[in-house]
């Protein structure tokens, strides 16, 4: 009897191993999916990236499910949503973008700070991109405080940088954008996220002799 019991314990305990291995933790599953972002933006051919960021945004539809009240999975559908929107181009994406600035705005009522001010951020870049009113809700005005809140909460980071300054390319201030560019080509590396590094100072590089050929 006593044999039986601890075998029972350790098949028990076996299997409870076996499923916590299984089961990635919140943070594990979020990174694995801004990974896979990242490779559909910056590797993925331009015919098959509206196919695999649908794909991606119902992983996180599911996330943000299983997870309630954590802003985290509406801002990376949010960025989902606004990528994919950018793969498709002209009118028909602006349900997408619309979608993707309800996510944002939602996340911020729930945290301000979260993913360091990404929802910030991503919605400022929103605000500058597309068009205004009455096609959509461009405001370059209220684009620039968005980024600017992002540039306060993190002062240092590759994307908060890189937004502003593009926000200021798109403005016409080519030095102000030279500026925040060449800020963002120094923010510290980020280990567990190095595709998405890579592509970004790519894009910067791209965009600062872009406006060196001025």
Known sequence: MKYLSRLVIATLLYVCGVVAQAAPSFDEALLS????????????????????????????????????????????RGIVLSTWAGAKGGLGALGLVKDARSLFEQSLKLSQDALQGSAYTSLGSLYYQVPGWPIAFGDDKKARELLEKAIQINPDGIDSNYFYADYWREQGDNARAKQYFTKALQAPARPSRPLADAGRRQDIMDKLQKLADK
């Not at 559909?40 to 051919?45: G, K, Q, S, T």
């Not at 996330?63 to 801002?75: D, F, K």
């Open 33 to 76: 999916l801004q990974e896979q972002w990242a490779h559909i933006n910056y590797e993925v051919a331009k015919d098959q990236k509206q196919a695999q960021f649908k794909i991606l945004d119902e992983q996180l539809q599911a996330l943000a499910s299983a997870n309630p009240g954590r802003p985290e999975p509406l801002i990376w």
